[in-house]
């Protein structure tokens, strides 16, 4: 019986061993560190396929970047990958589907490195709802509890990893590469039903949006630790289309979203004395860009209904092109955009009142537009239809959300010369 035990047990390591050794070879999150293979792992084809979140946070628990922009995929594609398209020392650290919950825990993993100078991070009212808190892969990466060893552990013994093992080994094989989310040409009407689609399902989504008050807290604790220990944070509010940004209003959200913007701007203002060791972009410690309502390149007609060529700035309603983010990071430099089109303020306090009748100036006079009228007659007949809210059980943050963070923020390396 004995014999018996020890064989199957030392056949059980063996698989886990073979397991964990397959998924380390092939490394599909690009976590690992292993040598590729020529023909068979040389190419990444699944480093963004699970959100990001495992090659991120693991590059932001390795440490070494002095400035890193966090976000969700507005992030990931609104703004360049390759970070010769970036100012020096920036990194595109978005994560697609991600909150506050988690945008906060990498921003709190990144400050344990003591290079890290700045920090710049896409917010909007998603990141702040009750409808999620982390995506499952969060719980194998280091966003969990900041070790990457044993994030990497875990990476390696995940079912998730091995499905993305194979399929990275299949797309080596057969030459096959991850689908970008925008192209040059559309067949036609793809690009119009893709703007129809999102209207109405995004305005579904914000009849049942609720604001958490608590997401907003834990941000502002990260955000106190950060710019105390002389990071740099800078806040944007994204840029949506103007389809969408209607559907938000159309939806009884616009008060929402007002004092949405009106809190992010009180919050960034209390840590907005405090001084930055190096600053990478000019302005305080703690700073708040706006990038949204109905702004120009926002308000761009929708593509026609058999268009086929790119729409310029949007490539849906939800999501901006890589073009627009270089262009709102210039202007948070006090840089001159390439597009003239692209246009953003700092938000504070003070200006809160001006920005809010400037917003719905440019509200009305797109309302007054041909492709206002259109939206206007599409949502219209979304709201004769009765739809009933899109409704998720909500996900509240507990002691242990509230512990993990508190364990990475104890974790900051102290900067130099700090005030």
């Not at 693991?58 to 990931?76: C, E, M, W």
């Not at 360049?80 to 945008?103: H, Q, S, V, Y």
């Not at 058999?306 to 700035?313: C, E, G, R, S």
Request: glycine residues 8%.
């Amino acid at each position: 019986m004995q014999r018996y035990a020890a064989t199957l047990l030392i056949a059980l390591f063996a698989t886990l061993a073979g397991f964990a050794g397959f998924n380390a070879v092939v490394d599909p999150f690009g976590v690992m560190g292993t040598p590729d293979i020529p023909g068979l792992t040389s190419r990444d084809t699944r480093l963004y396929k699970d959100g990001g979140r495992v090659h991120i946070a693991d590059r932001l628990a390795r440490g070494g970047d002095p400035a890193i922009i966090l976000g969700s995929s507005r992030t990931v594609d609104g703004f360049p990958r390759d970070p010769d398209d970036l100012p020096a020392g920036f990194i595109n650290a978005g994560m697609r589907g991600t909150n506050i919950f988690e945008l906060s825990q990498a921003a709190a993993l990144a400050a344990g490195d003591a290079r890290l100078r700045c920090v710049v991070i896409g917010l909007d009212l998603d990141e702040f709802g009750t409808h999620s808190k982390a995506k499952s892969t969060y719980w194998l990466s280091a966003l969990r509890d900041g070790n990457a060893d044993f994030a990497r552990a875990r990476v390696s013994l995940s079912p998730s990893t091995f499905r993305a093992s194979v399929r990275m080994l299949a797309d080596n094989l057969t030459g096959s590469s991850p689908r970008m989310p925008w192209v040059d040409t559309y067949p036609s009407g793809a690009q119009r039903r893709r703007y129809d689609d999102s209207a109405r399902g995004i305005y579904r989504f914000y009849l049942g949006y609720r604001f958490d008050p608590e997401r907003l807290a834990l941000f502002e604790t990260v955000l106190d630790n950060l710019t105390a220990q002389g990071v740099q944070v800078t806040g944007f509010i994204h840029p949506l289309h103007a389809w969408r940004e209607e559907a938000l209003f159309r939806a009884g959200r616009g008060e929402d979203f007002l004092a949405f913007r009106a809190a992010l701007a009180e919050t960034f203002a209390r840590h907005a004395a405090r001084e930055p060791v190096e600053a990478c972009l000019p302005g305080p410690a703690s700073q708040l860009f706006d990038f949204s309502g109905f702004r120009p390149f926002a308000a761009l007609p929708a593509p026609a209904v058999d268009a086929t060529a790119a729409h310029p700035t949007f490539f849906e309603p939800s999501h901006y092109l890589p073009h627009v983010g270089a262009d709102m990071l210039a202007i948070m430099a006090g840089e001159t955009p390439e597009d003239a089109r692209v246009t953003g303020e700092r938000l504070a306090p003070q200006t809160l009142s001006r920005s809010a009748e400037a917003l719905a100036e440019r509200r009305a006079a797109w309302l007054a537009t041909p492709d206002g009228a259109t939206a206007t007659a599409l949502l219209d007949a979304v709201i004769a239809d009765n739809p009933t809210a899109q409704l998720e059980t909500p996900q509240f943050l507990n002691r242990d959300d509230e512990t993990s963070v508190a364990d990475k923020l104890a974790r900051i390396a102290p900067r130099a010369a700090r005030r």
